[in-house]
């Protein structure tokens, strides 16, 4: 890839769908926060919450916060 086209992609943003689970598993390893996830519509506003949720109530080390 070129410079100039490296920046443009890294200073887009995109949309993609991820399945809850992906979201989750995303969510648990602290690659993925909250704060970085924005709802497009009431149904995934729904998915993130319940997967927030979730992995916020896990046994193990919470990353949400990392």
């Given at each position: 890839?070129?410079?100039?086209l490296?920046?443009?992609i890294?200073?887009?943003?995109?949309?993609?769908?991820?399945?809850?689970?992906?979201?989750?598993?995303?969510?648990?390893?602290?690659?993925?926060?909250?704060?970085?996830c924005?709802?497009?519509?009431?149904?995934?506003k729904?998915v993130?919450?319940q997967a927030?949720?979730?992995?916020s109530?896990?046994?193990?080390?919470?990353?949400?916060?990392?």
């Amino acid at each position: 890839m070129t410079p100039a086209l490296n920046t443009e992609i890294a200073a887009s943003k995109v949309q993609v769908e991820l399945s809850s689970h992906v979201l989750k598993q995303l969510l648990k390893s602290g690659l993925l926060h909250g704060e970085d996830c924005k709802c497009l519509n009431a149904s995934a506003k729904q998915v993130i919450w319940q997967a927030l949720l979730a992995t916020s109530t896990d046994d193990k080390e919470s990353h949400l916060c990392a």
